[in-house]
């Protein structure tokens, strides 16, 4: 009889905000209007609020005499210092924090307001409630005794900082050292140029570094919100270098940061540009075919363009296609979108058409609010309760290297996630081409990420389902970024995966075995199979049609 193991426990996503609400945007009216709504229904509930404020006076009482009933969560790292646990004033305070926030939770879990409401209401909470976190004020431990060993001084210091982010970071701690880095040098280095350039690109084609090369190249597509650099940082996790070592050749599209008179651009721009660096990389090297490569939004350009060449009948130009955290299939159900109503989408679409663009710090604040321990209240605590210098990070340097959106593709992204147009056939036109993914038949290999807060794994699992091929799909044990970081040699690094695509993720998580080490030699081993024969390395950058100019990482990278 065979052994039968255990079911995993399906992972939850971790937070309630994703690509979605950075997208759409997250109103502080909003959030205002839930919190008067909750005011309302304690009044309007007497009975039932004053049963509640009397448990948590009872809990309060229970505290005061010592005891703790209420465990801190074990990765939950601001009460990691054992003087929360240790002296009795900071363990009742540790204590009456968690009454309040479960004894909050429970008001609403058994209130008499609508599912939604409550959903809303609790997101509120939990802002408030990590807002409210005794860890961000001066009682915290760790700021009183960096206080007594400074001699005063990290107070002066963190009161520095603070005024500088007031002044020139948007109110927003800061969360890199920016003079520890720059493109060029440190970032984005890779021997290389520019070989094309239109008005919404750069295509650089990178110096080969093997002796043999595969006749098909790789062309990068990254996401139009971030620069394309994160394929590109440091040596040790360049995933560019990882595929010139192994004889792949590479090229890479930078966008251009739009500006006001850029308004226009929408994804229909996008794919056609991309379609022009694709028949440049063909041009480049003399091969039919090129391999695509997307990133988060930049997944559903590749799949975008292929569904516009399916549909003149030139899909034969795509070798294969590789999703990176991309979702094609947008339905994400969560609470920041309970606050998207119609009339929402339409002002956050006329903001950014009258604007010309939306901001990248609009969205990047977004993005950190997602994570408000680990992306804002953590920095709050380091930068200004202890003084000290933000960390020297390229992940974070390169996610705080805003750009910005043209307001017409920030409508088609709204569009995208409020129609959901790719999980139908003519759903999406693109460049005058209705959209059939289905009769996309390139085969593809798709990559998640288990705590991935902004693109969830099983809208990307879905996403996979959607278009024809041979498909493979991968489960990286990582987030957003580091789901694409991931470097052999990464001892933490494990990933999932089952053969058979069964149409529910949560069958497919249940079959999945589990590797040690990182994916990319997956992806090496499975892009070398579809790359065409080896040859003797082409030096040269360019041709004569298209002759190298910068050199990498080009101008568009630098442009603010």
């Known amino acids: 009889m065979r052994k039968q193991h255990p079911p995993r426990t399906l992972p939850t996503p971790t937070v309630a905000m994703n690509a979605q609400s950075a997208i759409v945007g997250l109103r502080g009216k909003d959030l205002l209007s839930t919190l008067r709504g909750m005011a309302f229904q304690g009044l309007r509930q007497p009975v039932h609020s004053a049963r509640h404020l009397l448990a948590l006076g009872g809990q309060l009482g229970r505290v005061l005499l010592g005891d703790t009933p209420y465990k801190v969560n074990p990765h939950d790292p601001r009460f990691a210092d054992p003087t929360w646990q240790l002296n009795p004033f900071y363990r009742r305070g540790l204590q009456a924090y968690l009454a309040w926030q479960k004894q909050l939770n429970s008001w ?61 970071n948007d109110g927003m701690p800061s969360q890199v050292s920016k003079q520890a880095f720059e493109v060029g040098r440190n970032l984005a280095a890779t021997p290389g140029a520019v070989v094309f350039r239109n008005e919404l690109l750069e295509l650089i084609q990178y110096q080969p570094m093997s002796e043999k090369q595969y006749a098909t190249p790789l062309l990068i597509v990254p996401p139009q919100i971030n620069k394309f650099y994160i394929f590109d940082l440091s040596r040790d996790r360049s995933f560019v270098q990882y595929a010139l070592k192994n004889g792949v050749q590479t090229f890479a599209i930078s966008w251009r940061n739009p ?15 991309a379609e022009e660096a694709l028949e440049v990389c063909r041009a480049i090297t003399g091969s039919k075919q090129v391999s695509l490569l997307g990133a988060c939004a930049g997944g559903l350009t590749i799949a975008a363009l292929q569904g516009h060449l399916q549909a003149k009948r030139q899909l034969r130009k795509v070798a294969s296609a590789t999703y990176l955290v991309s979702l094609l299939d947008s339905q994400i159900d969560t609470p920041a979108m309970l606050f998207a109503d119609e009339q929402t989408l339409e002002a956050a679409k006329r903001r950014s058409y009258q604007a010309g663009v939306l901001d990248g710090r609009d969205m990047a604040k977004v993005f950190a609010w997602m994570r408000p321990n680990d992306l804002i209240w953590n920095y709050w605590v380091n930068n200004y309760l202890l003084g000290k210098q933000p960390p020297a990070f390229d992940i974070l340097y390169w996610n705080n290297d805003n750009t910005r959106l043209p307001a017409a593709l920030h409508g088609d992204l709204i569009d995208f996630f ?34 991935d807060h902004i693109t969830p794994w099983d809208a990307v699992y879905r996403s996979a389902l959607l278009v024809g091929g041979s498909r493979r799909f991968i489960l990286s044990n990582s987030g957003h970024i580091q789901s694409i970081l991931n470097p052999p040699g990464n001892p933490k690094a494990t990933y999932l995966e089952s053969h058979k695509l069964s149409g529910d993720p949560r069958a497919w998580y249940h079959d999945a075995k589990k590797h040690d080490g990182s994916w990319w030699p997956q ?9 065409g024969e080896q040859h003797a390395t082409q030096m040269e950058l360019g041709n004569l049609q298209h002759p190298a100019m910068e050199a990498a990482p080009g101008t568009y990278v630098h442009v603010r």
């Open 108 to 168: 609403i879990d058994e209130s008499q307001m609508s599912a939604d409401d409550r959903i809303r209401a609790r997101f509120v909470a939990t802002l408030l409630g990590d807002a409210l976190s005794p860890t961000n004020t001066l009682l915290n431990p760790l700021a009183l005794k960096e206080l007594f060993n400074t001699g005063g001084s990290s107070l002066a210091k963190g009161l520095g900082h603070l005024l500088e982010d007031l002044l020139h």
């Open 418 to 451: 409020k129609h959901n147009p790719l999980t139908h056939a003519g759903g999406l036109e693109v460049c005058g081409t209705p959209i059939d993914l289905q009769k996309v038949t390139v085969d593809s290999f798709n990559v998640a990420g288990i705590n």
């Open 523 to 531: 992806w090496l081993s499975w892009i070398q199979e579809r790359s």
């Open 259 to 273: 500006q006001t008179r850029h308004r226009e651009w929408g994804l229909s721009s996008y794919v056609q540009a």
